[in-house]
C-alpha cells in the first residue's frame, strides 16, 4: 500500500515535470512554424547579447541571447530579443545579420539558426516524453500493484 502511495506521487511529480518539459520543447517549434509562414525577412544589427538567467515566455535558461534591431515594413525600427539562444561568441555586437520577425508580434524574431538548436529541441522533447512515460509505468504499477 505505501509502495504503491510512492511510485503514485513519483508518477505525478513526473507528469508534472515531463509536461513542463514538453512544453517549453514545443514553444521553439510553434515560433518557427509561425515566423516560416508569416515571417518577413530584414537586415539587422547585433546589439548586444543578454544573459537570461530565468525563463523567458519559456525560452531556455541561462542562455545567451542576441538583441536585434531591425526596421519593420511600417518604417519603424524595433529592437527585440531573439526566441533563439545562440553561443555569444558566434558573432560578435554590431554584426549585420539577416533577421525573420513576425509582423504582427515584432518581439517573436530570430537571426541565423545553426542546426544544432533543433537538435536541442528534440532532446528535450524526448526527456519531456520519457519523464510522461515514466509516469504512465508508475502510475499503471501503483493502481495495480
Not at 513526473?14 to 517549434?29: K, M, S, Y
Request: charged share 25%.
Amino acid at each position: 500500500m505505501v509502495r504503491a502511495l510512492v511510485m503514485a506521487a513519483l508518477g505525478l511529480v513526473l507528469a508534472v515535470l515531463g509536461v513542463g518539459v514538453v512544453r517549453d520543447g514545443l514553444l521553439p517549434i510553434r515560433d518557427a512554424l509561425i515566423l516560416r509562414r508569416r515571417g518577413v525577412r530584414v537586415m539587422g544589427d547585433v546589439m548586444r547579447y543578454e544573459h537570461l538567467p530565468a525563463l523567458r515566455r519559456g525560452r531556455y535558461r541561462g542562455s545567451e541571447v542576441p538583441v536585434y534591431r531591425f526596421p519593420l515594413a511600417d518604417g519603424g525600427v524595433w529592437e527585440a530579443r531573439s526566441i533563439t539562444a545562440v553561443r555569444a561568441t558566434a558573432r560578435g555586437s554590431g554584426t549585420r545579420v539577416e533577421v525573420v520577425y513576425d509582423p504582427e508580434d515584432p518581439d517573436r524574431v530570430t537571426g541565423p539558426v545553426r542546426r544544432r538548436g533543433h537538435v536541442g529541441t528534440a532532446f528535450v522533447l524526448l526527456l519531456g516524453a520519457a519523464a510522461l512515460g515514466l509516469f504512465v509505468l508508475l502510475w499503471t504499477r501503483a493502481l495495480t500493484g
